[in-house]
C-alpha cells in the first residue's frame, strides 16, 4: 500500500503525493489532481485548490516548522 504524504513548501504550496480523491465543497472530484498535486495555501492562486505559482510574487511568507521531538 503506498503512503500519501503531504509536503509543507516554505512560503509554498502543500505538495501532496499518493493516491488522492480531491473534491470540491459539493464532493464533485477534480480530475486533474492524479497522484502529485500542489495545493495553494497562499490564497492568491487564479486556479484554486490547486498552486498556480501566484505565491512567489504575492508576498506570501511562511517558514513554519514541526516541532522536533527531544
Ligand atoms: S501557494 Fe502557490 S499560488 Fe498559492
Do not use: Q
Amino acid at each position: 500500500m503506498t503512503e500519501t504524504t503531504i509536503k509543507v513548501r516554505e512560503s509554498g504550496p502543500y505538495l501532496v503525493r499518493g493516491p488522492l480523491t480531491l473534491t470540491d465543497a459539493d464532493g464533485n472530484v477534480y480530475a486533474a489532481a492524479g497522484e502529485n498535486v500542489a495545493l495553494c495555501r497562499c490564497g492568491g492562486s487564479a486556479t484554486k485548490p490547486f498552486c498556480d505559482g501566484s505565491h512567489r510574487s504575492n508576498g506570501f511568507h511562511a517558514t513554519e516548522r514541526a516541532p522536533v521531538a527531544e
